[in-house]
């Protein structure tokens, strides 16, 4: 099993874990789009939108690489310094006879349309099966997120299920639609 960070390169994007230098550009794409992903998350801690709460997550998120238990990376544009585009997490890693995960994500409304997540998505996904050796990975969407139906189509997520007051998003109980992707070449680690 892999416990070296994953850093995935793209034309348009660069996919890894987030460091403490990386705070302050996490906290502008947090800012700015805190409208647009609030009726897709869950309620937001009161002190979500400081500096201290971001160093404590990035802090928290390379622990849980190091124990195995998530892949919680941060598409970065190319360059120095340049803007956080999304997010694209695969987390609750639970080996056993099971070897699965759960999957997350977040563009920026600035960027949707363009295949970023995707693309992305297909890079962190193949990191998963590759070097972390899973064979399922779960996603689970709001019916009315189509573009979130969309994009898990496109990657040959199948539909699994419907669950009824599944996650509390934006303040309240909704239902989701379960997906999973899995590995037909899985080898054990």
């Known amino acids: 099993m892999s416990r070296t960070p994953p850093r995935l390169l793209a034309d348009r994007f660069e996919l890894r874990l987030a460091d403490e230098a990386d705070v302050p550009r996490i906290l502008a794409y947090r800012r700015e789009n805190a409208d647009f992903f609030a009726p897709f998350e869950p309620e937001r801690a009161a002190d979500h939108f400081t500096e201290a709460y971001w160093l404590g997550q990035v802090a928290k998120h390379r622990a849980e690489f190091d124990d195995g238990q998530a892949v ?8 120095p310094d340049a803007p956080v585009l999304g997010i694209v997490a695969f987390s609750n890693i639970v080996r056993g006879p099971l070897h699965s ?5 977040a563009l920026a409304e600035r960027q949707q349309g363009k295949g970023l997540m995707t693309e992305a998505l297909r890079l962190g996904i193949r990191y998963m099966f590759d070097e972390m050796h899973l064979h399922r ?10 573009p979130s139906a969309a994009v898990l189509k496109r990657l040959g997520f199948t539909v699994e299920g419907y669950a009824r007051d599944y996650l509390r998003i934006d303040g309240r109980w909704q239902d989701h639609i379960l997906t999973s992707l899995l590995d037909p070449d899985w080898t054990p680690p």
Request: glycine share 8%; proline share 9%.
């Open 101 to 105: 995960c759960f999957l997350g994500y």
């Open 137 to 146: 990975i779960s996603a689970n969407y709001l019916p009315h997120n189509t």
């Open 72 to 79: 919680r990376m941060v598409m970065f544009e190319p360059g």
